[in-house]
């Protein structure tokens, strides 16, 4: 059994390989690491959703290795996060955050959004090329969550550079150490926190701790990294996804460009249509079940692909298209369910902010560099760029 998505044009475009996948069986075992174990992937929009909503699949990563003998040494505040929890442990670590992320929260943040956007824009050389990756859509959403958590300024380049090691497919050491250095970061800022309180997410985190909400040290540790790499990396694929569609489609752009009050309802469309979080986090089935016809034992790991979920031409007509008179609020870009992106009102302010400010700004961009040479990044969880050159 061969797997189709480890294919290098698969990273380039994966759709027609998810289209393919799909048409033969919505979900279809594929092959994982080099024991010649398999896990299920889920390329369809109905079974995604549905997979996405069942108890059934644990998110309990700790519980599916304990006997697995494994060799790597992630540590246990990214190991064991409340993105691999179920109920009640995962209902009320996210009670905790979720008032950070409500959308009067994030209104708060829109004009700190708006400031860090163009000052980050008053450094692109008028008329000449530019990365927008490197340029924006890297350093906005790093700014950002790390001000909100209350990171300092001084610490935001080694955070950046471990958040993004946690991602390097292929290179296990790399994230081990990289997890180690995150953990141990936020264990001090911790410490420093609560000798010299502030007002940040943090903080607050930290009082619920010390208070009477039952947060233990170590998931006070594990919530501060989670935020802190959830918090950036999606929103800096969504944005250079963003950005690479609508260069890809004058049309879609002239038009966002006449009526930028359309973006905001313009989002979920490209969300659907390039996923920055291609692959949901792992999942695996605690007991025998059945899935779009399929047959899935007790114990493997279910793979959703959300990318081809959202291409789904039974939910989604002409999904190749992008469409931005679609009504694409059902896309799956932020997950479905319990474990549905807790930060999704963070990312759409920032998407939306950047987004009518690079219109007004620069109404000649342009892509400077043939779409089929872009770089994607090599991992199969997240869709994003290397890097986006734009003449400006």
């Known amino acids: 059994m061969t797997d189709p998505t480890q294919d290098p044009r698969f990273l380039q475009d994966p759709y027609p390989t998810y289209a393919a996948m799909r048409s033969t069986c919505?979900?279809?075992?594929?092959?994982?690491?080099?024991?010649?174990?398999?896990?299920?992937?889920?390329?369809?929009?109905?079974?995604?959703?549905?997979?996405?909503?069942?108890?059934?699949?644990?998110?309990?990563?700790?519980?599916?290795?304990?006997?697995?003998?494994?060799?790597?040494?992630?540590?246990?505040?990214?190991?064991?996060?409340?993105?691999?929890?179920?109920?009640?442990?995962?209902?009320?670590?996210?009670?905790?955050?979720?008032?950070?992320?409500?959308?009067?929260?994030?209104?708060?943040?829109?004009?700190?959004?708006?400031?860090?956007?163009?000052?980050?824009?008053?450094?692109?050389?008028?008329?000449?090329?530019?990365?927008?990756?490197?340029?924006?859509?890297?350093?906005?959403?790093?700014?950002?969550?790390?001000?909100?958590?209350?990171?300092?300024?001084?610490?935001?380049?080694?955070?950046?550079?471990?958040?993004?090691?946690?991602?390097?497919?292929?290179?296990?050491?790399?994230?081990?150490?990289?997890?180690?250095?995150?953990?141990?970061?936020?264990?001090?800022?911790?410490?420093?926190?609560?000798?010299?309180?502030?007002?940040?997410?943090?903080?607050?985190?930290?009082?619920?701790?010390?208070?009477?909400?039952?947060?233990?040290?170590?998931?006070?540790?594990?919530?501060?990294?989670?935020?802190?790499?959830?918090?950036?990396?999606?929103?800096?694929?969504?944005?250079?996804?963003a950005v690479l569609a609508l260069l890809q489609h004058p049309q879609e752009l002239d038009r966002l460009r006449r009526n930028p009050d359309d973006v905001p309802a313009a989002l979920d469309e490209l969300l659907r249509f390039d996923s920055p979080v291609s692959t949901a986090t792992f999942r695996f089935t605690t007991e025998a079940l059945t899935l779009g016809g399929t047959e899935i034992p007790a114990g493997v790991p279910v793979l959703v692909s959300l990318g081809a979920a959202n291409r789904d031409p039974e939910r989604f007509p002409s999904p190749d298209q992008l469409d931005l008179n679609r009504d694409a609020a059902a896309h799956l870009g932020f997950g479905h369910g319990i474990h549905r992106c807790v930060g999704a009102p963070l990312a759409r302010a920032e998407a939306e902010i950047a987004l009518r400010a690079i219109l007004a700004r620069f109404p000649g961009i342009r892509l400077a560099a043939p779409p089929d040479q872009l770089g994607w990044r090599r991992t199969r969880l997240v869709r994003g760029l290397v890097s986006l050159p734009v003449r400006t």
């Not at 109905?46 to 990563?61: F, I, M, N, V």
Request: charged share 25%; glycine share 8%.
């Open 26 to 241: 919505p979900v279809q075992p594929v092959p994982t690491g080099s024991g010649g174990h398999s896990s299920y992937l889920v390329t369809g929009y109905a079974e995604a959703r549905e997979a996405l909503g069942d108890a059934r699949l644990s998110k309990d990563t700790a519980a599916f290795f304990a006997d697995k003998g494994s060799r790597r040494r992630l540590h246990s505040a990214v190991a064991h996060s409340m993105l691999a929890s179920d109920p009640p442990q995962h209902t009320r670590l996210r009670k905790l955050v979720t008032k950070a992320f409500t959308t009067g929260a994030v209104a708060e943040l829109r004009p700190y959004i708006a400031r860090v956007t163009n000052d980050l824009l008053d450094q692109w050389p008028a008329g000449e090329q530019v990365d927008l990756v490197a340029g924006l859509a890297v350093p906005l959403p790093v700014i950002v969550i790390c001000e909100l958590l209350g990171v300092p300024e001084a610490d935001r380049t080694d955070v950046q550079r471990w958040s993004g090691e946690l991602f390097a497919a292929g290179k296990p050491d790399l994230i081990d150490a990289a997890s180690h250095s995150m953990a141990d970061y936020m264990t001090g800022l911790i410490a420093a926190k609560r000798a010299r309180p502030g007002d940040s997410l943090l903080d607050r985190l930290i009082s619920a701790r010390d208070g009477e909400d039952h947060l233990r040290e170590e998931e006070l540790v594990s919530l501060a990294v989670l935020l802190l790499v959830a918090g950036h990396e999606t929103t800096t694929n969504f944005l250079g996804n």
